[in-house]
């Protein structure tokens, strides 16, 4: 029992100091080398901030005067498009809840009077009371005579016109 406890440590201890001499060396110097970088960074950041701006850099305030002016109208194109979003959303909900506006209503009211009007105007044009809109082509305003009666049982005439054929 005593052995066996005895080579669980000593494995365990030979695991981890194997892995520190596989990678112990590589860690240092991975944490060395983030070290170095987070100190440069930090010199480079208040070097930069303890210079005064350049020459060149003092002629971007016309720039970003132009680029402050488009954000500005940016904003106030979007603060347009939500205004308009939100009067469709109130009407939206208000279509939603099932009460229609005053115009809704209105609307449908001249409908059913439109629809009870043609539907008047059906059984008129059905029953000939109206005559039918448009411009009347030629045509007769009395049904012509009956064709094809022969008094007295004479044979019918030949028309020329059409190549001496009978009906």
Same mark, same amino acid.
């Given at each position: ?9 000593? /494995? ?7 892995? @520190? ?8 110097? !991975? ?5 170095? +970088?987070?100190?440069? @960074?930090?010199? =480079?950041?208040?070097? +930069? ?13 016309? *720039? ?7 954000? *500005?109208?940016?904003?106030?194109? =979007?603060? #347009? ?10 009407? !939206?909900?208000? !279509?939603?809840?099932?009460? &229609? *506006?005053?115009?809704?209503? #209105?609307?449908?009211?001249? +409908? ?12 008129? =044009?059905?029953?000939?009371?109206? %005559? /039918? &809109?448009?411009?009347?082509?030629? *045509?007769?305003? /009395? %049904? ?12 019918? /005439? ?10």
């Amino acid at each position: 029992m005593i052995r066996l406890i005895f080579t669980m440590v000593f /494995t365990i201890l030979l695991g981890l100091g194997g892995g @520190y001499f596989l990678w112990g060396g590589r860690v240092a110097r !991975l944490t060395e080398s983030l070290t170095n +970088l987070t100190l440069e @960074y930090d010199t =480079l950041r208040t070097e +930069l901030a303890s210079r005064p701006p350049r020459s060149t850099e003092a002629g971007c305030d016309s *720039g970003s005067a132009a680029i402050t002016e488009n954000l *500005g109208a940016m904003r106030g194109d =979007l603060a #347009a498009q939500k205004l308009i979003l939100e009067q469709q959303g109130a009407a !939206l909900a208000q !279509l939603s809840q099932g009460r &229609p *506006g005053a115009s809704c209503d #209105a609307a449908t009211a001249q +409908l059913r009077v439109d629809l009870e009007r043609c539907v008047a105007d059906k059984k008129d =044009l059905e029953a000939g009371a109206l %005559p /039918t &809109p448009g411009p009347r082509g030629p *045509g007769f305003a /009395t %049904p012509p005579p009956a064709r094809g009666t022969i008094p007295d049982g004479a044979a019918p /005439t030949v028309d020329p016109r059409y190549g001496g054929n009978q009906y």
